[in-house]
């Protein structure tokens, strides 16, 4: 296959999977030989095996960072700290891409980006909702869910102090009644004591804004 004939094939997608491309191809291997050649000449960027972005010069289509998290590992959805980002809980920038997964955890870091993976027993895989943006699906926990993943996966020691240091902030973004059903459907006291901490945090800091 030529290049110009692959940029036909592949030019409006986002985010290319050689998996699908070559479904039905009775010899496939000449195009996996053509693939990793165009990789190694940058015209392609390979995410993790088998999933490739075009080089920036050829891409057509901007790939949703949300929507890539939710392509490279199958069912995952974005969470944590970069899920507090998107729903712009915390004023930084997060560097990587966390997601929860009930497969087994990972991380890809390419060109694209880190891409890491934190597994999550099936039970606990709840709290989501999918967006889409310019066509490209991506699945994103909800504010309430990102706060108690954070709790449950990374087991901070959830204070008022650690919640200053997290600097949340637009509070009225968080259902303090989800907040607490969720914290329930854990199962866990600990997880359904850091959402009545969360709870309680911000209900003070809503008071102390209208003192202002």
Known sequence: MRWEEFIRLVGNLPVIDAEILLAGVSDSRPVKVQISRWHKTGKLIQVKKGIYLLGASYRKVDVYG????????????????????????????????????????????????IFDYRHLKNSLFWGYGSVTVNKQTAFIASPEKALLDLSYLKAPKVSF????????????????????????????????????????????????????
């Open 66 to 113: 949300p929507h890539l998290a939710s392509v490279l590992k199958k069912p995952s959805y974005l969470s944590l700290e970069k899920a507090l980002e998107y729903h712009g809980l915390i004023p930084e920038a997060v560097p990587v891409w966390t997601s929860v997964t009930t497969k087994r955890p990972g991380k890809f870091v390419s060109e694209a980006g």
């Open 161 to 212: 102090e650690y919640l200053e240091e997290l600097r949340l902030q637009n509070f009225e973004r968080i259902n303090l009644d989800k907040l607490l059903q969720h914290g329930k459907r854990f199962d866990k006291p600990n997880i359904l004591r850091t959402a009545e901490m969360i709870k309680e945090f911000i209900n003070i800091r809503k008071k102390e804004e209208k003192t202002l």
